[in-house]
């Protein structure tokens, strides 16, 4: 069953302002990653988080995790044209070897 | 340079045609995946290998088949295409599990009519 659900669907916000992620999980995890995809194009990793781990930076992201809620939040701080892209979330099932990905947030930035 | 390579890029098949979609990655990973992705439905995992002749079906494996006869190898065979295999195919590697950072080929967009 799909473990990772974003939200919002679709976000669309002017260029220079934050945007900000959620995903919800439903069972217990190890880590939890976020990935971006470019239209049609392959996924690139963006930053992995363990559960013991409550917060993350990388350059302008950032992510939290709250395990107790079973959720994560990806900001990206002044964002660019260039952060237009979907944003996908994903948990490790181990016990199947996969990651389980969310259906993303589809960010559009306006120049 | 690091990379997962696939080929081809883009193909369309007629209905029944076998075909073999390849991935190669050049970082030694032990862990390699695919997944398609079709609107509505995300990212699902087809087949993944631990290593070499280590392979085991993933979410969606009906209609397809895969070998990993070397490390850097990571084929995916369709030996009766249909056209609800229709879909974006991406293959991934990592170190040694899919809880490590995967890397991501640039996708293969199948259309069988």
């Known amino acids: 069953s799909q473990q990772g659900e974003e939200d919002p669907q679709a976000l669309s916000i002017q260029e220079g302002e934050n945007a900000t992620m959620n995903c919800s999980y439903k069972?217990?995890?190890?880590?939890l990653q976020w990935y971006r995809q470019n239209s049609g194009r392959g996924l690139v990793h963006l930053i992995l988080i363990r559960s013991n781990e409550r917060e993350k930076h990388s350059g302008r992201l950032r992510v939290t995790l709250d395990t107790s809620k079973k959720s994560s939040s990806l900001l990206i701080t002044a964002s660019r044209a260039a952060d237009t892209a979907s944003y996908f979330c994903a948990t490790d099932d181990q016990g199947a070897q996969k990651l389980v990905f969310g259906q993303g947030t589809r960010l559009t930035i306006n120049p | 340079e690091a990379q997962v390579t696939q080929n081809p890029r883009y193909l369309i098949t007629v209905t029944g045609k076998k075909l073999t979609v390849t991935c190669s990655q050049n970082?030694?990973?032990?862990?390699m995946s695919w997944y398609r992705q079709d609107p509505g439905l995300g990212l699902r995992q087809i087949y993944y290998?631990?290593?070499?002749?280590?392979?085991d079906k993933g979410d969606v494996p009906e209609g397809y088949k895969v070998s990993r006869k070397e490390k850097r190898n990571f084929p995916l065979i369709l030996e009766s295409p249909s056209p609800n295999q229709t879909s974006l195919y991406f293959c991934a590697s990592s170190s040694r599990t899919s809880g490590d950072t995967q890397y991501f080929g640039p996708g293969t967009r199948l259309t069988v009519l």
């Open positions: 970082m030694n990973h032990e862990y």
């Open positions: 290998s631990m290593n070499v002749e280590v392979t």
């Open positions: 069972t217990s995890i190890n880590n």
